[in-house]
């Protein structure tokens, strides 16, 4: 793989509805690493995300990005390597998607799915189907992925799988990750920032020692998430103006 | 189980009715004639109710064809939606049984008109069940086709149709349910075959039990065209409801 570049974001003004999430933003996200963006629920952060993606109004989007939501939005009607092949699929490349095709076995494999590249989504468990979203989100092969509370959903233990999965297989890419989840954040995070206010202000970056995924077991690791708690904690909730 | 009972029970309350009352045969007759007519006439109501069959089937397609390709042709183009659909609408506020008569005029006697009838009824609510599965896809899958660079038929072919199909779907069955509503009413108004001209012939002629008997055979064919509907319509749509919270 080519060396993932970085991603910069200058002057940028973000609205979501009539509210200014954003103004003159200016941030950057280190090429091939990991950052993970914490924040309480409304400050922001999904819009930046998509921002990024370029599916907000106003948002030019410089590179290709591959995207993954909370929900595994894997279509019901077609079965996991379909899913996986999709972006291939809606370009309507057959080339490509002949190319890509023994790739998203591989990857349905990697993720433990090998033997239901035939199944239709709706005989997965949640982990299982989010596990196959993050196959087809790697199988863009795209330089920059953009995640949005992506484990969000599932149950304590699978997230921890799943966590370590994904950072295993983001390795070398140049990653944004949204999630209120400060233990999240602190595991896969080559660094973290927190976002609070309203428009948000991007907090200094955090980087934890160690690599990816960290162990949660880590007294330092805690240590760090308890004040990560603590910081939230002091930032309001609802962004001002809005109903208590 | 039950339902059987209950028709049972029914059709033995109104045997006995008639016996009671004595009501004269070409009034109400009793289910036990209606059976014999049933038995004795089966060559005419078969040959009468494949006639009624086969308008109904036609007609079904037809609408089902007419009002899919109206639907995807109002999501995917908004100079379409903003001329034709109101004319859609206005269509349906002619009651059908208005225009049976211009129908036979145009289209003559035959099964063009009764056709005709039927997909005119039909073809609303397939229309409006389609055009309002392909507004509501799931924004969520919007969004990631998006980020995948789909071009926006590629968006309508691979997502919101078949995001759409189980909207599609029930408009079917609506329209399966209806479509012997457009075809009887076609051979009422003028018509030289089928089981709803052999109603009006019999009546006419005070052969009542014939025309109940043509009655039991509609009744069936309703139920055969709606469950053979409801059957593709699983088919086609194998998989459970969108997701969605």
Known sequence: MVASPSLSVRHARIVFGDRVVAGGLTLDFPGGRTTCLLGRSGVGKTSLLRWLAGLLPGSGRGQPTAYM???????????????VLLGYRLRGDRAALRAATPRARTLLAEV????????????????????????RT?????????????????????????????????????VVLVTHDPLEAL??????????????????????????????????????????????????????GSAP | MRPLITAVGLLLAWELLTWATGVPVYILPPPSRVAAVLV???DLLIEQAAWTAAEMVLGLALGLVLGATLAV??????????????????????????????????????????????????????????????????????????TMDASPRAMLLQIRLPAALPAFASGARIAAAVAPIGAVIGEWVGASAGLGFLMTQSLA????????????LLCLLGLALYHATDWAARRLVPWQSPQGE
Request: proline share 9%; with cysteine; glycine share 8%.
């Open chain 1, 69 to 83: 939501a909370q929900r595994d939005l894997l279509l019901p009607w077609l079965d996991l390597q379909d899913n």
């Open chain 2, 205 to 216: 002629r005070g052969q009542t039990p014939l025309a109940f008997a043509a009655l039991v």
């Open chain 2, 73 to 146: 042709v109002f999501a995917a183009s908004a100079g379409w939606r903003r001329w034709a659909l109101p004319l859609v609408i206005i269509s349906q506020a002619i009651p059908v049984i208005a225009i049976a008569p211009l129908l036979v005029l145009w289209l003559g006697y035959g099964m063009a008109s009764k056709v005709a009838m039927a997909a005119l009824v039909i073809f609303f609510p397939v229309v409006s069940a389609l055009y309002d599965g392909l507004r509501r896809t799931d924004p969520g899958w919007i969004d990631l086709a998006q």
């Open chain 1, 138 to 174: 790697l199988c863009e092969d795209r330089p920059i992925v953009l995640m949005d509370e992506p484990f969000a959903h599932l149950d304590a233990v699978t997230r921890l799988e799943l966590q370590d999965l994904a950072a295993r297989l983001l390795a070398g890419r140049t």
């Open chain 2, 40 to 42: 004795e006439r089966f």
């Open chain 1, 187 to 240: 595991r896969m995070g080559h660094q973290v920032r927190v976002l609070s206010g309203s428009p948000f202000a991007v907090g200094p970056a955090i980087e934890p020692l160690g690599a990816v995924p960290r162990d949660p077991a880590d007294p330092v690791l805690l240590g760090l998430q308890g004040r990560l708690i603590a910081e939230l904690r002091n930032t309001p909730s609802d962004p001002p």
């Open chain 1, 112 to 135: 433990g799915l090998g033997d239901r590249s035939g199944d239709l989504p709706e005989t997965l468990s949640a982990g299982m189907r989010q596990r196959a979203a993050l196959a």
